[in-house]
């Protein structure tokens, strides 16, 4: 009797680690628990300057940071990770009267989130963010093997053409 079975793939899904950036030690504890809870590889950060030599060594998918901190501020620290192009960047404030949404993302954030917030909501946000990732990644993916489809055209048009005609070739 023959089973049609798809094949198990070997390789693991790799984890997303996410750094904590807060200068709160409770908020930091708590985000950590319910990122933890679903799975990711947490970091923490009591500071900008923490956060900065953390992603020098470690590979961080997502930042999530507050914008209110002594020293280097969120909104600088989300500058500073967007010009390394790596990480997404979630803001959290307390102070939602100073600073708006559309602001966070005029920042470069992928999003921003309001405290108080519930856990449920900022693990759909983070699901969100990691989902748009992936996206990102898997269009770049297609778009490099389109350029490379179109050269192949392109050389063999090309190839096409010089063996047409030798006047022309090269």
Known sequence: ?????KPQKTSKKQKNSI???DDELHMRKIIMAACR???HICF??????AALNILKEKRIDLVI?????????GIQLTKKVKALKGPDVIMITGYAMDFSYGEAIAKGASDFIQKPFEQKELLIRIKRV?????????LK?????????????????SLSIDARDPYTAG
């Open 19 to 21: 750094l904590v950036v």
């Open 130 to 138: 990691f989902r748009e990732r992936a996206l990102r990644i898997e």
């Open 37 to 39: 809870k679903n799975g």
């Open 65 to 73: 940071t507050d914008i209110e901190m002594p020293g280097i501020t």
């Open 44 to 49: 923490e950060a009591g500071s900008g300057d």
């Open 1 to 5: 009797m023959a089973h049609n079975m």
């Open 141 to 157: 993916e297609r778009l490099e093997q389109v350029m490379a489809a179109l050269e192949g055209v392109i050389h063999a048009l």
